[in-house]
T-cell receptor
């Protein structure tokens, strides 16, 4: 089965707190890509990061960091010192192979993050 | 570089009517995908077009259809609207030729069309 689970529906934190958004995936592909997108109130999904299945190195970009662990099929996203502008819905997505030999995305249900001033 | 443009931004329709939504991808992008976003179901894949051909289709009824033109612009149509079709419809484009967006940068999304069916 191909599936992405974001168990946290909504998280509220106070500004400057650290917060981790969880993403667990299932795939039968041996090579795959995982993505995180941010959806601000304006609606468009904004690409944040992608990770391929061969690269388990964690990544840090400013206040954002990602922890990819194949052993637990997880690709978690941490925001350090959260800010009000981080308030958005965050989606984890899996790029997976279809039966026709092309690829498509499977999205998690998203986690709504509210950062309170 | 202009982003992905979706029109209209908001739409209110009555049950039983039909609706057409439009998406203009980033210049040079030949792949266009459509997603339906609802609070209960999250983001659901509708279909993907590449060079005017439907490459993939999600699990939606035949009332949902789409097409892509030679300039890569795409339209999706929903006939006989139902209340449950109320959603944000997102379009995404990429230059990729095998689906699933660019492996490095994924898709570029538009801001969506919010459809309300009353």
């Amino acid at each position: 089965a191909q599936k992405v689970t974001q168990a946290q529906t909504e998280i509220s934190v106070v500004e400057k707190e650290d917060v981790t958004l969880d993403c667990v995936y299932e795939t039968r592909d041996t090579t795959y890509y995982l993505f995180w997108y941010k959806q601000p109130p304006s609606g468009e999904l904004v690409f944040l990061i992608r990770r391929n299945s061969f690269d388990e190195q964690n990544e840090i970009s400013g206040r954002y960091s990602w922890n990819f662990q194949k052993s637990t099929s997880s690709f978690n996203f941490t925001i350090t010192a959260s800010q009000v502008v981080d308030s958005a819905v965050y989606f984890c997505a899996l790029r997976c192979l279809t039966t026709s030999g092309t690829y498509k995305y499977i999205f998690g249900t998203g986690t709504r993050l509210k950062v309170l001033a | 570089k202009a982003g992905v443009t979706q029109t209209p931004r908001y739409l209110i329709k009555t049950r039983g009517q039909q609706v057409t939504l439009s998406c203009s991808p980033i210049s040079g992008h030949r792949s266009v995908s459509w997603y339906q976003q609802t609070p209960g179901q999250g983001l659901q894949f509708l279909f993907e077009y590449f060079s005017e051909t439907q490459r993939n289709k999600g699990n939606f009824p035949g009332r949902f259809s789409g097409r892509q033109f030679s300039n890569s612009r795409s339209e999706m149509n929903v006939s006989t609207l139902e209340l449950g079709d109320s959603a944000l419809y997102l379009c995404a484009s990429s230059s990729d030729g095998i689906g699933g967006g660019d492996v490095n940068y994924g898709y570029t999304f538009g801001s969506g069309t919010r459809l309300t069916v009353v």
